[in-house]
């Protein structure tokens, strides 16, 4: 009798299981965020820096690149700061920093809070004389 009773509930147990497989793939999925570039550009100053802020919707990698440091003066720097970080209010609280960053350098980070919003800074690291003037700066930022 218990023998009859065991293979019953296996056989319920089979078609119960079997019946929950197909819900899973119904489950929905979560799609992949849409990756948006921006372009900020401006002038970099003796000693000066410069920040932009951007908003992520969506968790992912955070790509920087700068472009170009065109000089206004006799020649452009051999080298700027290039940082990104978290906005708070004004103040853009800098995680990631390259000090040595050149036209092609790349600062990359991860988000990992749905949406925020976030900075990037240029700024003179000392490179900047008054012979070699301001320089123009273009950058661009890839992120979800």
Same mark, same amino acid.
């Given at each position: ?67 170009? @440091? ?9 080298? %700027?700061?290039?940082?990104?970080? /978290?906005? *708070? &209010? #004004?103040? !853009?609280?800098?995680? @990631? ?9 790349? %600062?990359?980070?991860?988000?990992? /809070?749905? *949406? &925020? #919003?976030? !900075? ?19 950058? /661009?930022? *890839?992120?979800?």
């Amino acid at each position: 009798m218990q023998n009859i009773t065991l293979r019953a509930l296996l056989a319920s147990l089979a078609v119960t299981l079997g019946a929950c497989s197909g819900l899973i793939d119904e489950l929905p999925t979560t799609p992949d965020p849409v990756i948006s570039t921006e372009t900020f550009n401006g002038t970099l100053t003796l000693n000066g820096a410069q920040t932009h802020t951007f908003f992520t919707g969506a968790t992912g990698t955070i790509t920087a690149t700068l472009t170009a @440091l065109t000089p206004q003066g006799e020649a452009a720097p051999e080298y %700027v700061g290039f940082s990104m970080g /978290t906005q *708070s &209010g #004004s103040t !853009c609280n800098v995680v @990631l920093a390259n000090d040595r960053a050149v036209v092609t350098s790349i %600062v990359t980070g991860t988000v990992s /809070t749905l *949406s &925020g #919003s976030l !900075c990037m800074r240029i700024y003179d690291v000392g490179k900047l004389t008054r012979e070699t003037g301001s320089v123009d700066y273009t950058f /661009t930022v *890839s992120h979800p």
